[in-house]
């Protein structure tokens, strides 16, 4: 791959002189079509061989666009807050809204490739992060994000001049220090590990361009027609394919794999008398409030995720939970339809952008789910949709735990006659009026399809690391200590 980056490539000055007015002025009219239009973001990333000018060429970038609607992130190291969520955590905080460019200067790429080079992984976890990143930038043009890829290239020859001319000049002497010396000298692992990674993630929808270094003039003509091309072809695309309307019809009745029907499996007659609720809710809300001050909870987070049937009693089973701990360690989210920012984002983005650092909670009232539940059921979006976002809501999680959350998800559901009574109860209660919609109501006619889509939901996501809870609610006090209890479990076992 890098062989092809090693001819020579070369722009005279009248090259450059004559092409870049009209590139510019391309890349403007291009840039400003994509803004108009808000149906994709531009995702640029840029990397490669240290000296070989992608700085220089992602300034170029900024001064022949506007610079008003593009947002540039060098990635270095990770900082305090960073090390605290998990890897991806703030890259998905950088990515670009719909209509607008981010250039990642250092990406998602970096720290695998460096990690390998100097002997700190090995070859397999090498290639699980390759692995994860595919997937990851799978998700991201699923989702409709352009993804733009730029490797510069410069031979280990090459790269010795350029850092030693660097150094020489007083006004360029600053970017070269002793991490570009030393990664230097593993220029040929570096260079193995990249051509690896690069041949491994270029893809139809992602493919690479790597681009020579040693000439300033090639390099930023190179880049920016790469850019270019890239936005022309897919606004073209996007011209020909009409914009997305209204829901699509939801098919008439959604089958679990093998039928299985566990919901109905469950004991809804499961009671607790009110004398022991009362003394099991001061032990398991005293158990978490200690075990929320322990020394070790510093090192974890715990992720509470609620799902279940309407009007099962998911926000009490909440207040008992928060009404243990310091409110100053948690934040309730409350999930709703989502709002303009969200819609112009990748349907992770509004989960990952609450993910809790060490230390904290992050309680989720509906969560992720709600793109395999209400999504699918309603038809809000299409079958190729919600049937991928098992995996990347897996994906999700399992990088969630891997940094040490502790992911609790229930599942809160009552049979339909009690919630029947329920809303008869809240409609004739003046405090409880405003949990009653026309939505519930509507919902309640498509009992059989949620039940069905759950059931799908479980099997496909109920994994060993982040299992469901399935909360038979009809007692809402039962309900509620067996939600304290099983996430005072999952801390402790953590």
Known sequence: MFESAELGHKADKATWARQVPKLREALLGAQGEVLHAARFPVIVLVGGVDGAGSGETVNLLNEWMDPRHITTHAMGAPSEVDRAHPPMWRFWQALPPKGKLGIFFGSWYTAPIVERAYGKTRKAELSAQIDEIARFEKMLTNEGALLVKLWFHLSKKAQRTRLRSLEKDPDTRWRVTASEWKRFDVYDELRSVSEQTLRMTSSPEAPWCVIEGADARYRGLTAGRTLLAAMKKRL??????????????????????????????????????????????????????????????????????????????????????????????????????????????????????????RGRVAIFDRSWYGRVLVERVEGFCSPADWMRAYQEICDFEDQLVRNGAVLAKFWLTVTKEEQLRRFKDREKTRWKRFKI???????????????????????RTSTEAAPWTLVAGNDKNYARIKVLKTLCERIERA
């Open 437 to 459: 919609t026309p939505d519930d109501w509507r919902n309640r006619e498509k009992w059989d399809a949620y039940e069905h889509a759950a059931c799908e939901m479980f099997d």
């Open 236 to 357: 073209a695309d996007e011209a020909r394919t009409p914009a997305i309307g209204a829901k699509e019809k939801a098919p008439a009745r959604i089958s679990a794999i093998d039928d299985a029907h566990v919901l109905r499996a469950l004991d809804m007659t499961r009671t607790i008398k009110k004398k022991k609720y009362e003394s099991e809710l001061e032990h398991w809300q005293g158990q978490l409030n200690l075990l929320s001050r322990h020394p070790k909870f510093r090192e974890l987070s715990v992720v509470a995720a609620f799902e279940g049937i309407d009007a099962a009693g998911k926000g009490g089973a909440i207040r008992r939970i928060t009404g243990a701990l310091d409110a100053r360690t948690y934040q309730v989210i409350p999930i709703a339809a989502p709002a303009e920012e969200e819609r112009a984002q990748p349907y992770l983005w509004r989960f990952w952008r609450h993910v809790p650092g």
